[in-house]
């Protein structure tokens, strides 16, 4: 779905990466990423992550987008 990556700058805004050739029309990408900005701020994340968007997550429901981002977001950032 997406992919998470923490930003080496430290305290730096979250980045959102969609790729045109993906998302064709602004609006879809513009939704994405506000839903995506609520979400992580939501989940505590209001900085210091970059978010890369694969093709299909337009589908998704606002609840299915957090969830999602939720379960990213525990594989990124947990040590093992």
Same mark, same amino acid.
């Given at each position: 779905? /997406?992919? /998470?990556?923490?930003?080496?700058?430290?305290?730096?805004?979250?980045? /959102?990466?969609?790729?045109?050739?993906?998302?064709?029309?602004?609006?879809?990408?513009?939704?994405?990423?506000?839903?995506?900005?609520?979400?992580?701020?939501?989940?505590?994340?209001?900085?210091?992550?970059?978010?890369? /968007?694969?093709?299909?997550?337009?589908?998704?429901?606002?609840?299915?987008?957090?969830?999602?981002?939720?379960?990213?977001?525990?594989?990124?950032?947990?040590?093992?």
């Amino acid at each position: 779905m /997406f992919f /998470f990556k923490k930003n080496v700058s430290g305290t730096s805004p979250n980045v /959102f990466i969609i790729k045109k050739k993906d998302y064709s029309l602004a609006v879809i990408r513009n939704k994405l990423k506000r839903r995506m900005k609520n979400a992580l701020g939501e989940l505590g994340f209001s900085s210091g992550v970059v978010v890369f /968007f694969k093709p299909g997550l337009e589908k998704l429901s606002y609840s299915e987008l957090k969830r999602g981002a939720e379960e990213g977001l525990k594989k990124a950032f947990t040590k093992t």
